[in-house]
């Protein structure tokens, strides 16, 4: 799993495309270490107008042999918390900050486990993120967990401090376009909703957060 230094993903990503020509371009990525050992890219599903985006860490094993984002246990999650919070998964565009499965190999030789991506992924694969929010430009980027909130609002950010507020996107130096400036609004990753000691308390909060969103994405803070 540790090759070569990632050289990031600018060079692969087709300036000014729409989502079509970047998903069919991210699909030859080799920008950081990852591309090898995963099984393919795994870019994202959903509406290109969407007012909502959703963007989590990164692929599991269940995604990155589906290809699709979040269809595993965090992704069935994550789709009865948009309905409680009365959001439509396929009006919502679904992405990750990383695009290729980060894993180390269990002591049978089968199972992948899961490994957070280092700064270094995260910083690589950067270029694609900025550019499907330019295509997209939601009104509401939901930042779903620690490494998508390090990804748009730096190393310093953290779930506990910032989650569940409406943070301006307008003026940002990563935000390419953001025609409608709109806001950004961390919350929990479905994995740590699965993983909590409250698993109750937990889902609820990030329906909370969610509800907010979609308000938000209505132009009703």
């Known amino acids: ?11 692969f990503v087709p300036a000014g495309a729409g989502l079509v020509l970047l998903r069919t371009a991210a699909a030859a990525c080799t920008g950081c270490d990852l591309a090898g050992p995963a099984t393919r890219t795994v870019f994202s599903t959903g ?16 995604e990155d042999q589906a290809g699709v984002p ?17 959001i439509d998964r396929r009006e919502v565009y679904v992405t990750n900050a990383v695009k290729h499965f980060r894993f180390s190999v269990g002591s049978g030789g089968r199972r992948r486990i899961h490994q957070t991506p280092d700064t270094v992924h995260v910083d690589a694969c ?43 996107r307008a003026g940002r130096p990563d935000e390419p376009a953001a025609v409608h400036g709109g806001w950004m609004l961390a919350t929990l ?17 990030l329906v909370a957060d969610l509800r907010l969103a979609e308000l938000a994405s209505r132009g009703m803070p």
Do not use: C, N, Y
Not at 189 to 205: E, I, K
């Open 126 to 168: 950067k270029p694609w993120l900025l550019a499907e929010l330019a295509a997209v430009d939601p009104v509401v980027v939901v930042l779903l967990g620690a490494t998508a909130g390090k990804a748009l609002l730096g190393p310093t950010f953290k779930v506990t401090r910032s989650r569940g507020r409406l943070i301006p």
């Open 189 to 205: 990753h479905p994995s740590a909703v699965l993983r909590a000691d409250d698993t109750g308390a937990a889902f609820a909060t």
């Open 47 to 62: 509406s290109a107008t969407a007012r909502i985006a959703m963007v989590g860490e990164q692929p599991g094993d269940v």
């Open 70 to 86: 979040f269809v595993g246990p965090a992704g069935q999650l994550l789709d009865r918390a948009l309905g409680q919070a009365g």
């Open 1 to 11: 799993m540790d090759g070569a230094e990632p050289t990031g993903a600018a060079g």
